[in-house]
């Protein structure tokens, strides 16, 4: 079985994103092993321009966005059902639009081999953070305790986000996606040369998975099959 790699560009502060998350996860579990799995979650900021250390109420922002309040409400209404049928119960009314580049320092942080943590599980209390308690994902001190609470040390992560590591690394995927053209989220990115885009019902997901992993495999035996004839045709002492 030849494992596919999967990177998921998304933002904490995007409902489909967490829509696809859960959608994506019924996807693996209907799958249930039949193919190797390595997911990862990539960075993207869907307001980059988003002041640090500011807050803005989620309901003015779309109104901003979307052309007023009523257009702002329709768009809140639509997710938050998207998101119950999804078994997430989105608190709209509480979340506070915030800079994220925090958060996906954090995310960084986590997926690193010498993480405690493992990375998915930061990105849900992240989103869970966000959608549901009202809290500012772009306060250190906020970070700092949803990291603790899934098995951080806040201390530990209270001087990691005060400091400059994982900045680079962060903006360089912030810029790979730009130039790789991904102008919406959640994007699934398969081996880097696949995509699929957005929250895809969990029957689509399978069902593409499925594919590209026999493409893969077949890919993989062909390459085996080539590498082993040149063997044989190469010259003898």
């Known amino acids: 079985m030849t494992a596919l790699r999967v990177e998921i560009w998304s933002d904490v502060v995007c409902p489909w994103c967490y829509i696809g998350k859960r959608r994506f996860e019924r996807a693996v579990e209907a799958l249930d092993g039949e193919v190797a799995l390595d997911v990862v979650y990539r960075p993207y900021q869907l307001?980059?321009?988003a002041s640090p250390g500011r807050t803005q109420p989620v309901f003015e922002a779309y109104a901003r966005k979307f052309g007023g309040p009523d257009q702002a409400q329709m768009v809140i209404d639509r997710v938050t059902e998207?998101?119950?049928?999804?078994?997430?119960?989105?608190?709209?009314?509480?979340?506070?639009?915030?800079?994220?580049?925090?958060?996906?320092?954090?995310?960084?942080?986590?997926?690193?081999?010498?993480s405690p943590v493992p990375?998915?599980?930061?990105k849900e209390r992240l989103l869970q953070a966000y959608f549901v308690d009202g809290l500012d994902i772009g306060d250190p001190d906020a970070l700092a305790d949803c990291a603790a609470e899934v098995g951080f040390r806040r201390d530990e992560i209270r001087s990691f986000l005060d400091g400059e590591r994982?900045?680079?690394?962060?903006?360089?995927?912030?810029?790979?996606?730009?130039?790789?053209?991904?102008?919406a989220v959640p994007t699934f990115v398969i081996n880097r040369r696949w995509?699929?885009?957005?929250?895809?019902?969990?029957?689509?997901?399978?069902?593409?998975?499925?594919?590209?992993?026999?493409?893969?495999?077949?890919?993989?035996?062909?390459?085996?099959?080539?590498a082993g004839a040149g063997a044989d045709d190469a010259p003898g002492d």
Not at 83 to 107: C, E, Q, S, V, Y
Not at 119 to 122: A, E, K, S, V
């Open 47 to 49: 307001d980059p321009t």
């Open 82 to 114: 998207a998101a119950a049928g999804d078994g997430l119960a989105f608190r709209m009314d509480r979340a506070l639009r915030a800079n994220t580049l925090l958060a996906h320092r954090l995310l960084w942080l986590a997926e690193q081999p010498d």
């Open 119 to 122: 990375q998915d599980r930061l």
């Open 166 to 183: 994982g900045r680079a690394e962060v903006a360089a995927f912030l810029e790979e996606a730009a130039d790789a053209g991904i102008s």
């Open 195 to 226: 995509a699929i885009p957005g929250a895809q019902d969990p029957e689509t997901f399978v069902n593409v998975i499925r594919r590209l992993s026999e493409k893969a495999t077949l890919e993989s035996a062909a390459a085996t099959t080539s």
